[in-house]
């Protein structure tokens, strides 16, 4: 799992920097 990106092509969104897309 990359916790270094933020939501990728994953249902789970890791608390890191929240992307501005919904």
Do not use: K, L, Q, V
Request: charged letters at 40%; a negative charge; proline letters at 5%.
């Amino acid at each position: 799992m990359n916790r270094n990106m933020g939501c990728i092509e994953i249902p789970d969104c890791y608390e890191i920097e929240e992307s501005e897309e919904d």
